[in-house]
């Protein structure tokens, strides 16, 4: 436990063991999906794909827990079936950022963010790595998650969909930019380089400055 890192009820200590439960991920996945296809495809499209997804309880309502990552699948499953390809990949990359608001303004407290802001940013970027796979289990459940000086790599990531032809990745890297371009440097952005949805060993995101 660091400066950075902020519990959670529902965190891995109080699951049962890994074996014995379906991967769980923080539930932003749902509720800022959510607020993201308000925006982007209108209330009355989020009910139906909402619907769609056998979802309608949580329609309306944020999860108060961490949820089955099969649950994200299923809306983001929806989402790509009943969208055109340009609007389903724009409402998981607003998403995503929602999600990275939501972290910085949750989950990472402010001192910790003067520092990182203050420090190089080769500095802040690797304290930043570090902190972000200690806390995967909040976007990647119980998957593997591999970090270098400029990539993160998540291995059987419970929520990709790129065998569907749809890269709910998109949602990962908008998390992980948002955090970047806010704590470390603005000139930095992340593109998944390798999915495991779309022949890939692994979803693999670099860190690069443009
Ligand atoms: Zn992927």
């Given at each position: 436990m660091t400066v950075l890192d902020v519990p959670t009820p529902g965190s891995p200590a109080h699951l049962a063991p890994v074996e014995q439960t379906p991967p769980k991920v923080g539930p932003n996945a749902i509720i800022q999906t959510r607020t993201a296809l308000d925006e982007l495809a209108g209330a009355g499209a989020r009910r139906a794909i909402f619907g769609a997804a056998g979802l309608e309880s949580l329609a309306d309502t944020d999860p108060d827990a961490m949820v089955d990552a099969g649950i994200v699948n299923a809306l983001n499953r929806q989402i790509a079936a009943r969208l055109d390809a340009q609007t389903a990949d724009a409402v998981m990359k607003r998403a995503g950022e929602l999600t990275g608001d939501y972290i910085l303004a949750n989950r990472i407290p402010k001192a910790a963010q003067w520092l990182l802001k203050h420090l190089p940013s080769d500095v802040a970027q690797r304290v930043l790595l570090a902190a972000i796979a200690r806390n995967a289990w909040t976007f990647a459940g119980n998957a593997h998650v591999e970090r270098g000086p400029d990539f993160i790599a998540i291995h059987?990531?419970?929520?990709?969909?790129?065998?569907?032809?749809?890269?709910?990745c998109i949602w990962h890297a908008a998390v992980f930019r948002r955090l970047f371009q806010t704590l470390?440097?603005?000139a930095i952005t992340i593109h998944e380089t390798e999915c495991a949805g779309r022949d890939g060993r692994m979803c693999r995101f670099e860190i690069v400055r443009v």
């Amino acid at each position: 436990m660091t400066v950075l890192d902020v519990p959670t009820p529902g965190s891995p200590a109080h699951l049962a063991p890994v074996e014995q439960t379906p991967p769980k991920v923080g539930p932003n996945a749902i509720i800022q999906t959510r607020t993201a296809l308000d925006e982007l495809a209108g209330a009355g499209a989020r009910r139906a794909i909402f619907g769609a997804a056998g979802l309608e309880s949580l329609a309306d309502t944020d999860p108060d827990a961490m949820v089955d990552a099969g649950i994200v699948n299923a809306l983001n499953r929806q989402i790509a079936a009943r969208l055109d390809a340009q609007t389903a990949d724009a409402v998981m990359k607003r998403a995503g950022e929602l999600t990275g608001d939501y972290i910085l303004a949750n989950r990472i407290p402010k001192a910790a963010q003067w520092l990182l802001k203050h420090l190089p940013s080769d500095v802040a970027q690797r304290v930043l790595l570090a902190a972000i796979a200690r806390n995967a289990w909040t976007f990647a459940g119980n998957a593997h998650v591999e970090r270098g000086p400029d990539f993160i790599a998540i291995h059987d990531n419970p929520i990709c969909l790129g065998r569907n032809g749809f890269s709910s990745c998109i949602w990962h890297a908008a998390v992980f930019r948002r955090l970047f371009q806010t704590l470390v440097d603005p000139a930095i952005t992340i593109h998944e380089t390798e999915c495991a949805g779309r022949d890939g060993r692994m979803c693999r995101f670099e860190i690069v400055r443009v």
